[in-house]
């Protein structure tokens, strides 16, 4: 076997083919590694081996195609096939050779994550479970042209063969999608789950996301193993054949490549088996594949059975941000025996998610059932959103998908709901389905309540919302407000710029001793505004409640200021958003193209939302949040800063709820600090990945090449 591994690697590299197949590759690796690594600076290799992997399609079959069909055309097989070696040794031979080749350009990847190190945080993990992906995937390539290159002595057939048989492979997720969402039949959905075992990127793309799955590496092992097998079947045929075997040894090599074909799916079937707190590592920075600590001990205390839907076909292929659902969920149920995860075809059963709402559901989306309620969460709650202002379009920047799967079991499984009042009757503004599903996410219920048609605010409120109303309170309803309040209730008091006097309402800020600056703010920082001096990005203060939203924006359209006297021994104020120093209010807002200050305009800077803790009389403690901005918890507001405003509305009732166990949790970034080089230091690398060291290739391979040809 050595004999022939020599052999094979001597004729690669006394040729040009060999040096031909590591000239493009590292040409094509560094085109691909400059723009990505050191120009847009990603901290992982990964996006260079997933966006170069195609080329093997093309150049493999050129490496494979030779190996056996030429020996077969010129006879020169025979020498071979008639020597005192096993045609297993002659075949791992060759096929080492191969493997050699490859690992060449392989090799050359492995060695720059040292080198993009110095550029800042690289993802180290992420980068070389994508390199072994790479080199498994294009050492299945190999093992599957040197099958195809003995099936035939023409080497342009053995190429066509193995080009068609890699572009199918690559191309595989794409059908056997196609076909589960397009078919209804269990034949359809059956026959799409054995084409997906002929995809041969999938694992790849997995390895490539930062999620380590051992299952993948089997699954290329055993593949690699299935081809080799398969070849010295066909060799051995052959071999024998001129010997003068007959039939029987026909038999006997097709049971052999049945029985070797059934033990490569028992391996990988029931490698599937296996938990995959086993199987399976989180390589991500941000965990993004893994259970918090809390999850696991709150998954560890369910008692109650719950079911989990998801709106999707089963067994796909996932792009990436379906795939870290599918992981989580599955991660869940290996948790706890009480989580049973269902997928439900919206092709097949398109109407599945009108048993729970009505509003129209994409595909991935969840709905969770307890014994006690349920809840739906739409797949684009799953992922946060943030506007990019130079290229004005949303990035994805943060997966909250294991906190809104916590978040729906503990609102399905919780025996008391707090509950939070909505007052209504006044013409206030109706919270919409986002902000409700906030509350929701803090286990918390809301329900619309009618002050006149109650003698006071029930007992089990938890908090009451004044959603900016535009008509006036009576005095009577402001009075079951405030009575409410002395008892130690909270409150979230948004006012409105309505037209006319608010008397009766302004007596429950008074309650705080809030009162309302006269007016509409006009922001001059144009680093507190956006495009229209009344469209706010104020400053987030750093405090307990907008602890996760320090680094990021809050859109409030069109607010006003709030005063309070902070001296007071009985009230805390926190302000939580406030303007610039050189804002100002401006008292008549006839014309919003306006921006100038009027002789009776008022200087800020201005408080836009405060958090007040007030002691009563009675020793209780009332809690409440202030906002002056009747637009900012609205959907088109959110949309401006996707996700943040629902956030700062969500923290707000999460305070007030004050809950015993808390089970939210955080939303986990997506945000990857890029990598900085030198321009001089980017120039020197390209010149060298992409000139340098393909073409010292290349003249290396053409050298040697015309110097075999003239002896």
């Known amino acids: 076997m050595k004999a022939i591994y020599k052999r094979e690697l001597r004729a690669y590299f006394c040729s040009f083919t060999g040096w031909l197949f590591v000239a493009v590759n590292l040409f094509v690796m560094g085109i691909y590694f400059i723009v990505y690594n050191m120009l847009i600076g990603y901290p992982t290799i990964a996006y260079v081996l997933q966006s170069i992997v195609f080329t093997f399609i093309v150049t493999i079959p050129i490496l494979t195609m030779r190996v056996l069909s030429e020996e077969r055309k010129n006879k020169t097989d025979q020498l071979i096939l008639t020597a005192p070696v096993s045609v297993g040794k002659i075949v791992i031979g060759k096929y080492l050779a191969l493997v050699t080749v490859l690992f060449i350009p392989t090799a050359f990847m492995g060695v720059l994550p040292f080198f993009l190190r110095l550029g800042g945080d690289f993802q180290m993990g992420v980068s070389y479970a994508s390199l072994l992906g790479f080199f498994l995937y294009g050492g299945l390539a190999l093992a599957v042209g040197l099958f195809l290159s003995a099936l035939t002595e023409s080497v342009v057939i053995a190429a066509v063969l193995s080009f068609g048989a890699l572009f199918l492979g690559y191309i595989m997720p794409g059908i056997s999608n196609l076909l589960s969402s397009a078919?209804?039949?269990?034949?359809?959905?059956?026959?799409?789950?054995?084409?997906?075992?002929?995809?041969?990127?999938g694992r790849f793309d997995t390895l490539?996301?930062?999620?380590?799955?051992?299952?993948?590496?089997?699954?290329?092992?055993?593949?690699?193993?299935?081809?080799?097998?398969?070849?010295?079947?066909?060799?051995?045929?052959?071999?024998y054949s001129i010997a003068g075997g007959g039939i029987k040894l026909g038999a006997y090599s097709v049971s052999g490549i049945v029985l070797a074909i059934v033990l490569t799916v028992a391996v990988n079937l029931g490698f599937n088996y296996v938990p995959e707190q086993y199987s399976s590592f989180d390589l991500t920075q941000n965990r993004l594949y893994a259970l918090t600590q809390e999850?696991?001990?709150?998954?560890?205390?369910?008692?109650?059975?719950?079911t989990i839907y998801v709106l999707e076909e089963e067994g796909v292929q996932y792009d990436e941000m379906e795939s870290r659902l599918v992981k989580t969920l599955e991660l869940m149920q290996e948790r706890s025996d009480h989580i049973q995860v269902t997928y439900v075809s919206p092709t097949k059963n398109p109407n599945f998610y009108q048993n729970y709402t009505q509003e129209p559901l994409g595909s991935g989306s969840l709905i969770v059932e307890g014994e006690k309620r349920n809840k739906v969460v739409d797949f684009e709650d799953i992922y946060t959103y943030e506007m990019d202002y130079y290229t004005y379009s949303y990035q994805t920047t943060g997966y909250d998908g294991e906190g809104q799967i916590v978040s729906a079991i503990a609102y399905v499984t919780t025996e008391d709901m707090p509950v939070f009042?909505?007052?209504?009757?006044?013409?206030?503004?109706?919270?919409?389905?986002?902000?409700?599903?906030?509350?929701e996410k803090e286990n918390v219920s809301c329900e619309q309540l009618m002050l006149y048609s109650v003698d006071e605010i029930p007992e089990d409120a938890q908090g009451v919302i004044l959603n900016a109303p535009t008509g006036?309170?009576?005095?009577?309803?402001?009075?079951?407000?405030?009575?409410?309040?002395?008892?130690?209730?909270?409150?979230?008091?948004?006012?409105?710029?309505?037209?006319?006097?608010m008397t009766n309402f302004k007596t429950i800020l008074d309650f705080y001793s809030i009162s309302e600056v006269e007016g509409t703010i006009v922001e001059q920082d144009r680093n507190f505004y956006y495009q229209n001096p009344y469209y706010l990005f104020p400053k987030v203060e750093s405090t307990e409640v907008t602890e996760a939203l320090t680094d990021s924006l809050i859109f409030a359209p069109f607010s006003m200021g709030l005063s309070y006297d902070d001296l007071q021994e009985d009230v805390l104020y926190t302000p939580l958003l406030t303007t610039s120093g050189s804002a100002f209010s401006k008292t008549d807002l006839t014309d919003t193209s306006d921006y100038s200050r009027g002789t009776n305009d008022i200087d800020g800077?201005?408080?836009?939302?405060?958090?007040?803790?007030?002691?009563?009389e009675d020793g209780n403690i009332s809690h409440a949040f202030v906002v002056g901005g009747e637009s900012l918890f609205t959907g088109l507001a959110d949309d401006m800063a996707p996700g943040n405003n629902v956030k700062f509305f969500g923290s707000m009732i999460s305070h007030m709820a004050d809950h015993e166990i808390s089970v939210t949790v955080p939303v986990k970034s997506l945000a990857m600090p890029n990598l900085t080089f030198k321009a001089q230091t980017a120039n020197i690398a390209m010149i060298l990945c992409v000139v340098v060291i393909p073409l010292a290739m290349l003249i290396a391979g053409l050298v040697i090449w015309l110097r075999r040809r003239r002896r």
């Open 183 to 201: 078919g209804t039949s269990a034949v359809t959905t059956l026959f799409a789950r054995i084409l997906a075992c002929f995809d041969m990127v």
């Open 208 to 239: 490539s996301s930062g999620y380590f799955e051992l299952e993948a590496v089997i699954y290329y092992v055993t593949a690699i193993g299935l081809a080799l097998f398969c070849t010295t079947q066909v060799i051995q045929k052959r071999r």
């Open 421 to 439: 009042y909505a007052v209504g009757g006044h013409g206030e503004l109706e919270l919409e389905e986002k902000f409700v599903n906030a509350i």
């Open 295 to 306: 999850t696991k001990d709150f998954l560890a205390d369910l008692s109650e059975d719950v």
């Open 605 to 616: 800077p201005f408080v836009v939302s405060v958090e007040v803790e007030k002691s009563t």
């Open 472 to 501: 006036d309170y009576s005095e009577d309803d402001a009075k079951k407000v405030i009575e409410y309040l002395k008892k130690g209730g909270n409150a979230l008091i948004i006012p409105t710029m309505a037209e006319g006097e």
